[in-house]
Structure formats: structure tokens, C-alpha cells
């Protein structure tokens, strides 16, 4: 009870220190409230800016895709080398154990299936399940083009008016119909669409001409999806181009669960993500991972993530 009794006179107010205002380190975020960017922050790495998102919520629309079959025993081995995870509630709640500190970016629009139009959907859950959850993120598809964009664009306006509500950012998924031409123009307008209307990250392809175009454009974080799967060098060079002109990360799925060695190939990319690793290294990484683990007796890498 020093203060009260007044016997302690020398307190330390620092009277000589002005407090320091950071800024946040994300872009286009620093005028965001304190929830979305703790959020934003547990996403992305404050020392790179950037993130390694393993997406695996391809089943909300196709099933058990290839190599998601038994998430259990194909994802979990992963989520340590991950910083966020992507996926369903269903995944969520029936997988992944609670006890998990990574950030989490909740699958939020669905309904038509593979067999339907894709581009016909809604969203798919209450804000109050993705506060239940304690997620990071909530994803919506944007079918800009699409048969039903409007529909597309309002439930990503939905959503980040319901998340600005409680704190929670929205990740827009621009997702480019088969008639539709993957051009940086293409890009330009989808992203720039969806960020003028209030998403706080972006995922988005990659395309070889003018990306940086489409990153410069886009005043929020765009992070790329890996698409179908591909050689692994083939997938690094990617993610290498990507990150280097621009793109502050990856939400890839195939390319890493679909790959020969899946831990390997997530570790791989996480240097070239987090670390600017040129491809060629981070492929020879990727060698001398998938051989240890092969030689590890239970099947798993045991090197730990930076
Ligand atoms: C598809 O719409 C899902 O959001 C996937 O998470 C996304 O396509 C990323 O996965 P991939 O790297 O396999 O393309």
C-alpha cells in the first residue's frame, strides 16, 4: 500500500520520454482498430510482413479433393510449419485441436458444389460462429465477371461489415470463371474491386506479365493462390515472382499437400516467403528435406519452422 500511504515519493513517469506511436507494419492497415490488426497480426509475420497460409478448404464446394481425403493424418503434420491455417468450420471443429495457436481463416461463403454454377454463393455462416471460434480471418469468393458478381461482391461487403463489428478481418478470394481471361488487367480489376470495398487482404492468382501491376493497384495485402498442382521448382519459381513483386505471401493448397513430400515442400516455400530464398535453393531445401524425411522413422520432418 506504498502509493496510499504515501511513503513512496520517486515515482517513475518518465517525464523526459515522449511515448512512442508505432505505426503497423501491414499495408494499408494502420488506421484499422486495435482488433483487426491483432488479427492481421497473428496472420502475418510482423518481422517478414508476410504469411505462409496452408489453404485446405477445398472441400466446402469439391469433397475430398486429392491428398484432403484424411485431413488428420495429411494436414496436421503441416500445421506447425504453417503461420495460418485455411479451412471449414467442419475441418475446424472436427480436426484441428483447440489447443492450436495458429491463426485461422475460416471459410465463410459456400453452397453450390462442383456440379452447380460455382459462382452462385452465399454466406455460409453467422459472424457469431467466427467469434466462437476466435478466427483471424473470414473468406469470401468474389466472382468478378461471374454469373452472379453482385451476389459475389455483397456477401463480401456483408462480411466486412459484420466483421468490422467484432474485429475480424475479410479475406477476399477472387476466383476467375473458365471463360474468363488471367490477365494482370483481369487481376487489376478484381483485387482493386474487392479492396475498394472493404476487404483487408486479397488472394488472387498469379500472373507472369505485370503483376506487380496488380499488386501496386491493390492498396491492401494480396496474398496468391497456388492453383492446380505443378512441379515443385515450377511452384517455388511462383511463389519466388510473386513475393518479389509484390505479393505480401501465400494461400496455397495443392502445390503443397498435393507435392511428393508435403512437409518438405511447405518448408521450402516458407523460405522463399520469409526469407527471399531464390527457387533453386529453396528447391535444393526441399531435396535434402523430402530425403530426411524419408530416412525419420515415423515419416515426419523434424526440423522445426523459423
Ligand atoms: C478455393 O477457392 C479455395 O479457396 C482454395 O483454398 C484456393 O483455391 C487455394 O488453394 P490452391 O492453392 O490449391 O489453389
Known sequence: MADLDGIK?????????????????LKGS??????????LGRIFNSDSGRTVMLAFDHGYFQGPTTGLERIDLSILPLAPFADT?????????????????????????????????????????????????????????????????????????RLVDQGTRYGIPTLAVTAVGRELVRDA??????????????????????????F???????????????????????ALKMAYNAIQQG???????????????????????????HHNETPEKAYDLYNTLMHETVGTQNGSAERVPA
Request: include cysteine; glycine fraction near 8%.
Open 9 to 25: 515519493e520517486a515515482k517513475q513517469f518518465y517525464t523526459d520520454v515522449p511515448q512512442t506511436t508505432q505505426g503497423f507494419f
Open 247 to 273: 505479393a505480401s505471401g501465400v494461400d496455397m493448397g495443392r502445390n503443397i499437400f498435393q507435392s511428393q513430400s508435403p512437409e518438405a515442400m511447405i518448408q521450402a516455400v516458407r523460405a522463399v516467403v
Open 185 to 210: 488487367k483481369y487481376m487489376r480489376l478484381a483485387t482493386r474491386i474487392c479492396a475498394e470495398l472493404g476487404a483487408h487482404i486479397v488472394k488472387t492468382y498469379y500472373v507472369d506479365e505485370g
Open 85 to 157: 491455417l485455411m479451412l471449414t468450420r467442419g475441418i475446424l471443429r472436427s480436426i484441428i485441436p483447440a489447443s492450436t495457436s495458429k491463426a485461422i481463416a475460416i471459410r465463410a461463403s459456400g453452397g453450390p458444389s462442383i456440379l452447380k454454377e460455382l459462382s452462385n454463393e452465399q454466406l455460409a455462416m453467422d459472424i457469431e460462429d467466427s467469434v466462437r471460434l476466435n478466427v483471424s480471418a473470414m473468406a469470401v469468393q468474389v466472382f468478378i465477371g461471374g454469373e452472379y458478381e453482385s451476389q459475389s461482391v455483397i456477401n463480401m461487403t
Open 30 to 39: 494502420n488506421n484499422l482498430d486495435w482488433g483487426l490488426k491483432n488479427r
Open 212 to 234: 506487380e501491376t496488380v499488386t501496386s493497384a491493390c492498396p491492401v495485402p494480396i496474398v496468391i493462390a497456388g492453383g492446380k498442382k505443378r512441379p515443385e521448382l515450377d
